[in-house]
């Protein structure tokens, strides 16, 4: 069975800090994905990332996959109050054969001023 | 505009009734889905579909049904025999199996 792990469940940070989050996964996968969730709201696609190594970045959110780690991380540079969200991490089971992705049970994040 | 439209935006209902839950895309997307999501948690996968008239069933189908008779329709049903049925289900597509795009979602509430 898949598991998907990320830590921090909760994160409080000052605005212009940075910090990570870690999505680790249980078995072999080579797609992975990170979503934005902001209360109340749909999934917003942030990263895709498809092989080992792969680095995606977008204004100051930065993402990263090591397949053979199993993990991925979130790294947030300088944080401003509008990335307070939850984020949350998925991996394809099938390894993007069938779209069965299995979900973190995401980050809350809370940036204060 | 090009998008996925879930309808209604919050539904009511009363224990031992089923409900129908509504997904539409015109993104022409093959694949869809359907997940559910409680406080607090991620997101579980209920069913999903590749393709018009076949649909599997995801970790966590008991109590619900679906039905793909169109590529841009994915219907979904929470029939009596869903024990926990209050929740937040989103609906999603994709091209192929890569990158799912999410509707916004119907918050479901049964008393």
């Known amino acids: 069975e898949l598991k998907v792990e990320q830590n921090p469940l909760f994160l409080s940070m000052q605005e212009g800090k940075n910090y990570t989050i870690y999505c680790n996964y249980s078995?072999?996968?080579?797609?992975l994905y990170w979503y934005r969730q902001d209360p109340g709201k749909s999934l917003e696609s942030l990263f895709v990332?498809?092989?080992?190594?792969a680095v995606k970045q977008e204004g100051r959110l930065m993402a990263s996959l090591d397949t053979k780690a199993r993990l991925s991380t979130l790294h947030i540079t300088a944080a401003v109050h509008d990335l307070s969200a939850t984020y949350f991490c998925?991996?394809?089971?099938?390894?993007?054969?069938?779209?069965?992705?299995?979900f973190g049970k995401g980050t809350k994040l809370s940036v204060k001023p | 505009d090009g998008g996925i439209t879930q309808s209604p935006k919050y539904l009511f209902r009363k224990e031992g009734q089923n409900v129908t839950l509504s997904c539409e895309q015109n993104l022409n997307h093959d694949a869809m889905y359907w997940y559910r999501q409680d406080p607090g948690q991620g997101l579980r996968l209920i069913y999903y579909?590749?393709?018009?008239?076949?649909?599997q069933k995801g970790d966590i189908a008991e109590g619900y049904s679906v039905s793909r008779e169109k590529k841009e329709s994915f219907p979904l049903t929470v029939t009596s025999a869903q024990k926990n049925p209050t929740a937040f289900y989103l609906c999603?597509?994709?091209?192929?199996?890569?990158?799912?795009?999410f509707g916004p979602g119907t918050r479901l509430t049964v008393t």
């Open positions: 998925a991996v394809d089971l099938y390894g993007g054969s069938q779209g069965n992705l299995i």
């Open positions: 999603a597509s994709s091209f192929d199996t890569y990158e799912q795009y």
């Open positions: 078995t072999t996968s080579d797609r």
């Open positions: 579909s590749q393709i018009v008239n076949d649909f």
């Open positions: 990332l498809l092989s080992n190594g």
